[in-house]
């Protein structure tokens, strides 16, 4: 009887969109077995999360650019969508695998990958899964008690200590296919807008794919990386990374990032500490499924939100709230798909704090606008600005977004590139338009409430009044605490 291992495999392709550093992949290719490549947009039905139209975009290009990438090394990659616990066992089948290989994920909410591995299994179907998304995984970090951490400085601290990762693995030479199976055309996965097609900023900024992964990291290292711990909260320096959707779809790897920038210095040391973040936020999220809806503070599910308004959304959405640091990183968020991750927590207070608008429906928007917006990263973010989540800020910590945008954009110049409309303001005045005179504002080409919108809140009132709802849900979880030890105690 015929081992597994030599028969013909199925790699399945998820978040880890390259040929090069993919652990699965080269372990199917490993004994010179014929393999099919196989990806599967899944529709949400198994209880993963569909992607948004700014992933979906980028989806369609990163995608287009891998089965071009394994063409030329003699593959052909087997575009399938619907339901994976469905469509991996069938075409495992058809193809006479012996082994499905595919790389961990985490955080699933119905335990996807456990169905396939069960549905696989009964077939008499080996299954082969390895480590490739996260440097540790939420298993191997662990504090004295055998507990997951509740604090990030604590948790990058022992990851940090628990050992050197593995060094990135070279991408498989050639890709011999596997028994022809057909599947479907990349434009009948239907990812790119059409009628508006609001997505030609997006194409202007980013190339989405390994290759343009690695363009982007090497000039990270080359241009950035020596100013990254100063100008990383400097939104006009052009200083971050630029990596996290190339990240995100894993077309580049935690391991080849750390691998090129590790050894470099203390800015090196500050990037690598934003890489720890988003390992966090994947080991919080292994542990509550559940983060883009749920609060992982239980008292905030007593919190006091503000009846959303549409114009309120809309205003915040399209940039309209008259304070120019919050109107500028949504302005950007909607031409470019992407936004400078200082103003990304600014533009997150103001709607939590200064609006009183749940975290959930900002984290939705975020979702479908950002081509980074990661099952991790994007709730996580948002519990810790809104004071929700693990580690979060404290939530007396209001941003005020004209100090932020004067400490952080002193000159304004982010906020004139993508609020053009205010660009002639004098520099003192280009983060508060309302001061200036109405002989200022004229000569600026400004008619403030028409041509550039007054701020939709004042800041003062609108901190006391969300202090005054933090202290309200504080109240309700103490005497709730104190109900339940009183009927403890009884």
């Known amino acids: 009887m015929a081992k597994a291992s030599d028969g013909p495999a199925l790699f399945w392709f998820r978040d880890d969109l390259r040929l090069s550093d993919n652990p699965a992949l080269a372990a199917a290719y490993a004994k010179g077995r014929p393999v099919t490549l196989l990806y599967v947009l899944e529709d949400g039905r198994d209880g993963t999360r569909p992607p948004g139209s700014a992933q979906r975009w980028w989806l369609h290009n990163s995608l287009t650019s891998l089965s071009t990438d394994i063409e030329k090394r003699g593959g052909r990659l087997i575009l399938r969508k619907g339901r994976a616990t469905q469509i991996v066992p069938e075409v495992a089948a058809a193809t006479g695998a012996t082994t499905v290989f595919w790389n961990r994920r985490y955080g699933l909410p119905a335990g996807v990958d456990e169905k396939i591995a069960a549905s696989l299994k009964r077939k008499k179907i080996a299954v082969e899964t390895h480590k490739a998304s996260l440097l540790f995984e939420p298993d191997e970090i662990r504090n004295k008690g055998g507990t997951s951490f509740q604090v990030y400085s604590a948790f990058w601290r022992a990851a940090l200590a628990h050992g050197d990762p593995r060094p990135p693995l070279a991408a498989p030479k050639s890709l011999t296919p596997a028994a022809a199976i057909e599947g479907e055309a990349i434009e009948t996965l239907d990812l790119l807008p059409t009628a508006p097609n609001w997505a030609t900023g997006i194409g202007d900024v980013w190339q989405p794919g390994e290759a343009g992964a690695r363009e982007?990291?090497?000039?990270?290292?080359?241009?950035?990386?020596?100013?990254?711990?100063?100008?990383?909260?400097?939104?006009?320096?052009?200083?971050?990374?630029?990596?996290?959707?190339?990240?995100?779809?894993?077309?580049?790897?935690?391991?080849?990032?750390?691998?090129?920038?590790?050894?470099?210095?203390?800015?090196?040391?500050?990037?690598?500490?934003?890489?720890?973040?988003?390992?966090?936020?994947?080991?919080?999220?292994?542990?509550?499924?559940?983060?883009?809806?749920?609060?992982?503070?239980?008292?905030?599910?007593?919190?006091?939100?503000?009846?959303?308004?549409?114009?309120?959304?809309?205003?915040?959405?399209?940039?309209?709230?008259?304070?120019?640091?919050?109107?500028?990183?949504?302005?950007?968020?909607?031409?470019?798909?992407?936004?400078?991750?200082?103003?990304?927590?600014?533009?997150?207070?103001?709607?939590?704090?200064?609006?009183?608008?749940?975290?959930?429906?900002?984290?939705?928007?975020?979702?479908?606008?950002?081509?980074?917006?990661?099952?991790?990263?994007?709730?996580?973010?948002?519990?810790?600005?809104?004071?929700?989540?693990?580690?979060?800020?404290?939530?007396f910590r209001i941003f005020n977004p004209t100090l932020q945008g004067e400490k952080f954009d002193p000159k304004g110049a982010y906020v004139r590139r993508w609020v053009p409309e205010i660009a002639a303001l004098p520099d003192r005045f280009i983060h508060t338009p309302w001061k200036a005179s109405p002989i200022e504002l004229k000569a600026a080409g400004i008619d403030l409430g028409k041509t550039y919108p007054e701020p939709m809140v004042d800041h003062a009132a609108a901190r006391a009044r969300a202090l005054q709802a933090f202290q309200e849900m504080k109240d309700a979880a103490k005497i709730c605490s104190d109900a339940l030890s009183r009927e403890t105690s009884a």
């Open 216 to 395: 982007i990291l090497e000039s990270f290292i080359d241009d950035r990386l020596a100013r990254y711990a100063r100008g990383r909260d400097e939104p006009a320096a052009d200083g971050s990374s630029m990596l996290s959707p190339h990240l995100r779809f894993g077309e580049v790897s935690p391991f080849q990032i750390l691998n090129a920038v590790s050894g470099r210095g203390a800015d090196a040391a500050k990037f690598l500490g934003e890489l720890g973040w988003r390992e966090f936020a994947y080991h919080v999220l292994a542990q509550f499924p559940a983060m883009a809806t749920e609060n992982l503070k239980p008292a905030f599910d007593a919190f006091r939100w503000e009846e959303p308004f549409a114009d309120d959304l809309w205003a915040w959405r399209r940039g309209r709230t008259g304070y120019p640091i919050v109107d500028a990183g949504m302005r950007q968020l909607w031409q470019t798909g992407w936004m400078h991750n200082r103003v990304r927590m600014i533009v997150a207070s103001f709607l939590t704090k200064h609006l009183l608008i749940e975290w959930q429906l900002g984290e939705e928007w975020f979702w479908g606008t950002l081509v980074d917006a990661d099952p991790a990263n994007n709730p996580f973010n948002w519990q810790w600005v809104a004071g929700s989540g693990m580690d979060a800020q404290p939530y």
